[in-house]
């Protein structure tokens, strides 16, 4: 494979990208911060970092720096598992770089501490003065496509569109005026602190669309019951998943390639999506299930895409130079773009950080909130198989992906299958704190010893009825990569 980047992959589990890397680090699961504070000790004990990048345009180094160095490549190794060696070879390769990008996903968000992780990765760039030039920054890689979108649109519990904030008063007073309604300071609650509030009464009743929280949530167990509590459901959908078999109302609706409108990438590019096929049956595109609601209550609202698009641009500074002329013309525009006269932006924060400087935050290791014990020794992470995607409400109907990934497994080291005295392909039950479930056993040199996999696709054997609904303070986010489990023959 002939390429120009060089390629250091930190994965506790060996993908199949790791055949094209130049270095690929082990970590056991739930210790992030270590190997990363890690690098920039060993980025600072052989003066690679940027210092006039750091003088002019960061502030906290040097306590950065104090909490860092502690962090050893011997001492990180203790911690990790990762070669001191290997770490210094890693992170060596990194420093020395002209310029460095760092792609991370949902391996770094799903823990109790995974604002701590992104934000450790922060300051690896920032001290490298890998920010603000093209080919370098922190990039997150989004579990779906449109994230980027949805989360512009407002679709995050305390902010408007563009990420204005819901308890601002000006923000509040703006969009009354914009919608001709009546905005509160209130902000919203995020999914994961939906159980509680229906446990205790204060909500009765949920609209989800294009989700399969009896899937994809954690602690599936508890979420079943917390869904039997509602008084009224209505699950707006393609399929006929698993939350909408509980659901009183199923709305069904269409996909991508039977609809109109806009996507918004990773990179904040903001690309056109055309109607393909008709939907079939009574299927509606979202927009128009929504406006024949909202027409019930006694409110007329658009249903063609780009005159919503023109008050998007209205209500959102970062969109307000975009349009359907300028999307066709560019091949999508990125945003920021404040007027129509602007190119867009591709990169972020060339010319200085966009809050003024950029924030190093001195961070410690934290262990994950369950480890292995003699009743449960085994560590479990999951993720996900490259065949299937999500809680498979798609993919499971094709043939073709089903032909290569049929069915759940959980794989397991050979050594830990040979203790167990369970070969490969054998029907074991697998548990935790919060329940078991039956699966495959697949025997994997993919894993550590004493780490075990599981992808969350299949229903049948659904993983998250283990994990830990353990929450992130900050970000709210449960802790899917690291629990506690134990296994036995079925």
């Known amino acids: 494979m002939k390429r120009g980047a060089k390629l250091i992959i930190v994965d506790p589990k060996r993908i199949d990208l790791v055949e094209y890397a130049d270095i690929w680090l082990q970590p056991k699961p739930g210790n992030n911060v270590a190997w990363i504070n890690g690098f920039m000790n060993v980025i600072m004990e052989n003066n690679l970092i940027d ?16 909490t860092v160095k502690k962090y050893t490549p011997e001492e990180v190794e203790k911690i990790t598992g990762i070669d001191a060696d290997k770490l210094k070879e890693a992170a060596m390769l990194y420093g020395k770089a002209e310029k460095a990008s760092i792609l991370y996903a949902m391996g770094i968000t799903q823990h109790s501490n995974g604002t701590d992780n992104v934000k450790s990765l922060v300051n690896l ?14 990039n997150p890689l989004r579990g779906q496509n449109n994230v980027q979108g949805a989360c512009d649109m407002g679709g995050l519990p305390n902010v408007y569109p563009g990420y204005q904030p819901v308890d601002n008063e000006d923000n509040c007073k703006m969009f009354s005026e914009a919608w001709n309604c009546s905005c509160n300071l209130n902000r919203g609650k995020p999914l994961t602190e939906i159980p509680e509030l229906v446990n205790s009464g204060k909500l009765k009743a949920l609209y989800i669309m294009g989700e399969n929280p009896l899937v994809s949530e954690p602690h599936l167990k508890h979420i079943d019951e917390v869904f039997d509590n509602l008084d009224f459901i209505v699950v707006q959908d393609l399929f006929m998943t698993e939350t909408a ?7 069904p609706a269409a996909c991508f390639a039977e609809k109109d409108g806009t996507f ?9 999506v055309r109607k393909a096929v008709d939907a079939p049956g009574e299927a509606k595109d979202d927009l128009s299930i929504i406006s024949m609601l909202a027409e019930r209550f006694g409110v007329k609202l658009s249903n063609e895409p780009e005159k919503v698009f023109e008050e998007i641009r209205k209500v959102t500074p ?13 091949d999508g525009v990125c945003w920021p773009c404040p007027d129509e006269e602007h190119p867009g932006t591709p990169i972020l924060h060339i010319d200085k950080i966009i809050r003024g400087k950029g924030l190093l935050t001195a961070i410690e290791n934290k ?59 054998e029907k074991i039950i697998v548990s935790s704190r919060r329940g078991s479930i039956t699966t495959n056993a697949k025997i994997s040199e993919r894993v550590a010893k004493g780490v075990v996999f599981g992808c969350f696709h299949f229903s049948e054997s659904a993983i998250n009825v283990l994990t830990n609904p353990v929450l992130d303070p900050v970000a709210k986010i449960p802790e899917y990569k690291v629990c506690a489990v134990n296994i036995k023959k079925a």
Not at 125 to 138: C, D, F, R, S
Not at 245 to 251: E, P, R, S, T, Y
């Open 51 to 66: 210092e006039d990048y750091i003088n002019e345009r960061t502030e906290g180094f040097e306590e950065l720096k104090a």
């Open 125 to 138: 760039a920032l001290i490298t003065g890998n920010v603000g030039k093209e080919g370098a920054g922190v």
């Open 245 to 251: 078999k509980k659901a009183d109302v199923v709305l």
């Open 264 to 272: 918004t990438n990773t990179e904040r590019r903001v690309q056109r």
């Open 318 to 330: 970062q969109y307000a130079g975009i349009n359907y002329k300028r999307i066709e013309e560019n």
């Open 367 to 425: 262990q994950p909130q369950e480890l292995p014990d003699n009743e449960y020794p085994f560590l479990l992470t999951t993720g996900r198989r490259y065949e299937q995607f999500h809680t498979a409400t798609m993919t499971r109907r094709s043939q073709a992906l089903n032909h290569y990934c049929p069915a759940a497994a959980l794989e397991i080291h050979p050594d830990d299958a040979k203790k167990l005295n369970i070969n490969d392909g």
